[in-house]
């Protein structure tokens, strides 16, 4: 079952937390104070689905604090800690969600909404640099794992 409560923090408690977050490092703090106000922190129990499998993608997840499994059907294939993130390939390809995010422990995450995400790119190309740098590092990881 999917719980999440959202958590109230004003937008400065935001973005202290955000400029903790390395995809984030570097951000102009004007960027920073944008994310933060248009974010929302959510909380999850042990074992809460963050995302289903096959939803469509409405957001971007920032793991602020805890630890999530990342499962495609069945079988766990990463593991998320504070600093990862996941939801952006849904957002940024249009598809629907290739893996179920499981919260393995009580897990905040910060969410931003599909209507922020790409604009929020555009005005920071670091970030989506970032972004495409980890994508580039969980493909090796996936084909190294297939690979006999």
Same mark, same amino acid.
């Given at each position: 079952m999917n719980a999440k409560r959202i958590i109230a923090l004003d937008v400065s408690d935001? !973005?202290?937390? $955000? @400029?903790? +977050?390395?995809l984030l490092a570097g951000a102009p703090s004007e960027e920073l104070h944008e994310i933060a106000e248009r974010s929302h922190l959510?909380?999850? %129990?042990?074992?809460d689905v963050i995302v289903p499998e096959g939803e469509e993608g409405l957001g971007f997840y920032l793991v602020l604090a805890g630890r999530a499994r990342v499962l %495609? #059907?069945? +079988? @766990? !294939?990463?593991q998320l800690v504070p600093g990862d993130f996941f939801g952006e390939i849904?957002?940024? @390809? #249009?598809?629907l969600r290739m893996?179920? !995010?499981v919260a393995a422990e009580q897990t905040t995450c910060l969410g931003i909404l599909r209507s922020f995400f790409r604009p929020m790119l555009v005005r920071n190309p670091r970030v989506a640099l970032r972004i495409l740098e @980890?994508? %580039? %590092?969980? $493909?090796?990881i996936a084909r190294d794992r297939t690979e006999p």
């Open positions: 935001r !973005v202290r937390a $955000l @400029e903790r +977050v390395p959510l909380t999850f %129990r042990a074992a %495609r #059907g069945d +079988v @766990e !294939v990463d849904s957002l940024l @390809e #249009g598809q893996a179920t !995010v @980890e994508e %580039r %590092r969980r $493909l090796l």
